[in-house]
């Protein structure tokens, strides 16, 4: 096996990691992950068991049965009569066993320059409960939808696990979205109540996000109530009723949690439909094996809570009692090491961070970097949402985690809030891989036909159900239907993803099937031309998109954002000894930044559409819309 960069064996910590000890005692030695996945979904019934009575979560009435297949694998059920609350798991239970004491919160602002704010779990649990208590005083009923328009914080917190606490249906909603963003969610989902702030800090700057909220309000008759909570207005509604102390676990296992739209590519955002039993589940089976959290070590994610991850990590942690380090502002404000001083500051444990965040930190020369900070308490780095580069994965291996330090790349989606493929402590592990399936995740990759490929590029599927995948699309069978279930049959999941196997089973992705561009018969993922490009020294951001062309079908178009003065032919030629000739770009452009969403994801549709003279639709997700403005005036080159 060649190219294995973290070696478990070398790092003592491994040994008594949740990992090993799980397969210590369902009789695996550490080395034999490989056979202990393969009974994980050989035998699903037997590993959610074991799996569930590991993880330690209370049920107030237990499950007779962990899969109900009886409907088909679209419709699976899971954990028959069972009853269990998230909040209750995640906070409620830790009062009560004498950890109230312990953070749960530590919430660090825009600015930096003052203090974080530490919030034990009494004090998160008296929060939720007066939420709880007030929100049950409007009349509300278990079932229906509360949506949240508002950043990363303590206040947000407590408005999503009130929500769980009572039954309710929590929408995040990412607060960079606009007014038409906003309505087509919450008329969707048919939103009671909305949380929302007046205003977004970033950058040191206020935003004024009410004057959209008020907006779409004009087109929501059904939405009784909005709070806003940077104002005095949360104050007054939390404190006008009882609080709801009691714990409440008698919430049933398949009782709907949240719903997080997913927008897809074409068409209204799906309304993606999680349980307290399947988030549970699945979310702390991958703190748990994945991330080895443990209490009072905190875990801190770049992340926002309208995005999935931002849930998947507070349900994930909290279970676990590990304090989750929140950052309402952007991970170079006010000083480019902004992050290095959170981890140095909180002593970080876990730190999850981006691709694009770390080619952000590799272009500053004003930066220090990680080394001028002590980031030695670093045990675990996660990673999601994107395709590395080599150049950015090895910086970050070896800058941030000296080598000692792996990096979890997991891949999965808000559609089955959790992991298709991920990493463990106890695998050796290769550059840029997602190790292997996720325990309990039956994944293959098919070519074209439906056949199971190895060592070429084809279509990543699930060929078992998971406890935390979407119950539907809400209000749209047919569409969750044709998304998932439609290219290769009612019992295989189709995810959308180009994957492959190597010859020592490790998993790499090669991004969305829909983005897949095919230049004279050839299909190539934008991501390995990016790669290509941002190999080479000057290059430190790079977005590729294909446009049509008479002769070839599509050609390329790239986007780079350089370091030091190169022409743009140089950078074509670049692409076309690396890629082949045939796979030359008709245009490189160096321009001062790419348009990315506040979460860092570069967005290539929009470039496409701005860059071909089309309507981009709503730009309100854009962190720095300026940028766009750089590529409308290329749009004459087409």
Known sequence: MENIIWHPTEHAWTEHSHIANFMRDQGFEIDQFPALHKKSITDLEWFWNAAIDDMGLEWSTPYSKVIDRSSGFPYTKWFTNGQINITHNCIDRHVLNGNGNDTALIHEPDSGCQDARHVSYTELKNLVDQCAGALKHTGIKEGESVGLYAPMSVETVAVMFACFKLGLRFVPIFCGFGEHAIIDRLESCGARILFANKKLQRRGKSIHTSDTVEKALNHLPNLKQTIYLDTQEWQK????????????????????????????????????????????????????????????????????????????????????????????????????DRIWEIVEKNKVITLGISPTAIRLCMSQKESKGPKAYDVSNLKIMGSTGEAWDSDSYQWAFEQIGKTNVPIMNISGGTEIMGCHLQPYPVMPIKPLTLGMGALGMDVQVFNEDGLSVKEEVGHLVCCQPAPSMTKSFLGDNQRYLDTYFQKFGNQIWYHGDWASIDSD????????????????????????????LI??????????????????????????????????????????????????????????ELPKTRSGKIVRSTIQKIYLGENPGDLSSIENPDSLTNIQKLTNQT
Not at 508 to 528: M, N, Q, S, W, Y
Not at 540 to 569: H, M, R, W, Y
Not at 582 to 589: I, R
């Open 237 to 336: 509604f939390i404190t006008q009723s009882t609080p709801l102390t009691e714990s409440n676990n008698h919430t049933e296992a398949e009782t709907p949690c949240m719903v997080i739209y997913t927008s897809g590519t074409t068409g209204k955002p799906k309304g993606t439909i999680h349980t307290h039993a399947g988030v549970l589940a699945t979310v702390g089976k991958e703190l748990r094996y994945a991330f080895d959290v443990h209490p009072g070590e905190p875990f801190f994610w770049v992340t926002d809570i309208g995005w999935m991850m931002g849930p998947w990590e507070l349900i994930g942690c909290l279970l676990y009692r590990a304090p989750v380090v929140m950052l309402n502002g952007a991970p170079n404000h006010p000083h480019p």
């Open 505 to 532: 089973g490790y998993w790499f992705l090669h991004g969305r099937t829909d983005d897949t561009i095919k230049v004279a018969g050839k299909r190539i993922g934008p991501a390995e031309v990016e790669n290509a």
């Open 535 to 592: 190999s080479h020294p000057a290059v430190s951001q790079a977005a590729v998109i294909g446009i049509p062309d008479p002769i070839k079908g599509q050609t390329l178009v790239c986007f780079t954002v350089c370091t030091s003065n190169i022409d743009e032919e140089t950078l074509r030629n670049y692409v076309a000894d690396r890629m082949g000739k045939p796979l030359k770009p008709k245009h490189v452009y160096i321009i001062p």
